[in-house]
């Protein structure tokens, strides 16, 4: 239908539709994509507070301050406005995150991303801060390394959220003694760090000025040195290369025992930190612990440490016998692979098994009765009291 045509049932001419189609083609350009996307630029743009869109080209002074809750910036104005009377949640639309004024700081990188991988990664390293001398081989202290990264990187991409703050609270409870040691472990070595450091920047700024200092005495040297072999010409009718010559030895005389004054008097300066006689720094290799060896594998006794003890007589090499003396030389016994000292090893060994029994010893608990009552008397008549069948001296009766 034309726009010539009624509008509220009144006719109207051509030339009267123009400003209305002007303002609506301006209206669609206004809410075109492009000018969407200008919009939305400008208010992620890290010139302008996301929350009350001022800006830093109208305000030089504002400071933008971040929470480590949600990492959502906003300008210091509307920190001190919304969080002033206690905690409130986040104004950036979507987010909702109950914020508190004292946890707002200055962002330290420009990059959002980065602070915040930074702040987790600290948040575990004060959770896992095992040393590497607290481990016994390399491999150990690389798997350690790679659980922790896999926490930090499940925190970084918010990946099993719940178990990783679960892992980190277990493990923070579990070694609460060892963590609070390494901290403060952690705490002496950065502060003796930075002693070490001030101290060697204090000496490298003596070693200079005592460079600077010797410079100025060897150059005044040298002009007192001229200026007295210029006088002694003047006033000597010696040989002028002689006197030169002389007060050139006069002169590098008196700057190498300068210089050796100088070095000495270095070297006598105490060190706190127990540097070398030659100036450099003394330092202390780290690493895992130090490896206690095993002891060596014993050869395997098959006895089990049992020993072959002859207490009642003594194998002999050679037994003269007439059968034995066959038996040493007889191909048919010998062809299987038999020793005749096996034999002789027997032999004495039942010979000799009874000597280690006393009769008189066992004899009482060969009639050992049933009763325990009866037990009981036999038990108290072999130890000298008497009883039925035994008599005091463990004779039968």
């Known amino acids: 239908m034309s726009r010539v045509a009624q509008h509220n049932g009144t006719p109207r001419r051509p030339g009267e539709d123009d400003g209305e189609l002007h303002s609506e083609l301006h209206t669609l350009r206004l809410s075109s994509p492009s000018s969407r996307a200008s919009a939305n630029a400008a208010s992620t743009s890290p010139d302008i507070c996301p929350v009350c869109k001022s800006s830093r080209y109208l305000n030089p002074n504002m400071r933008f301050l971040v929470n480590p809750e949600c990492y959502h910036k906003m300008c210091e104005s509307c920190v001190d406005r919304i969080f002033s009377q206690g905690p409130a949640p986040c104004p950036v639309a979507g987010c909702g995150r109950t914020l ?90 950065s502060a003796s760090l930075e002693a070490r450091q001030a101290h060697e920047k204090e000496q490298a ?92 594998e014993k050869p395997y006794d098959p006895f089990g440490g049992m020993q072959d003890n002859r207490d009642y007589y003594v194998l002999q090499d050679y037994y003269e016998h007439p059968w034995l003396d066959n038996a040493r030389t007889d191909p048919q016994i010998m062809a299987g692979g038999y020793d005749v000292r096996e034999y002789y090893a027997r032999a004495m060994l039942e010979a000799s098994a009874g000597l280690g029994c006393f009769i008189k ?37």
């Open 100 to 189: 508190r004024k004292q946890r707002f700081r200055k962002q330290t990188f420009g990059d959002i991303h980065i602070e915040r991988e930074v702040d987790i990664r600290r948040r575990v390293a004060q959770v896992f801060n095992r040393r590497q001398e607290e481990f016994n081989t390399l491999l150990d202290y690389n798997n350690y390394l790679e659980e922790v990264e896999t926490l930090t990187f499940n925190l970084l991409n918010r990946v099993d959220v719940a178990a990783t703050e679960a892992t980190l609270a277990a493990h923070a409870a579990q070694n609460a003694s060892s963590i609070s040691r390494n901290a403060s472990l952690q705490t002496q070595e």
């Open 205 to 296: 700024r003596l070693r200079r000025e005592a460079a600077r200092k010797e410079e100025d005495d060897e150059r005044r040297e040298k002009e007192e040195g001229k200026q007295e072999i210029l006088d002694r010409m003047a006033t000597s009718t010696g040989d002028a290369d002689a006197i030169a010559r002389e007060g050139q030895r006069v002169v590098l005389k008196k700057s190498t025992a300068r210089r050796t004054a100088a070095v000495k008097a270095r070297q006598q300066q105490p060190d706190p930190f127990g540097s070398s006689d030659n100036g450099a720094s003394s330092f202390t290799i780290k690493g895992l612990k130090p490896t206690v060896l095993a002891e060596p």
């Open 361 to 397: 010893e066992e004899i009482a608990g060969r009639y050992m009765p049933a009763d325990k009552g009866m037990a009981t008397t036999v038990a108290a008549a072999a130890g000298g009291g008497g009883g039925d069948g035994v008599g005091p001296g463990n004779d039968l009766l």
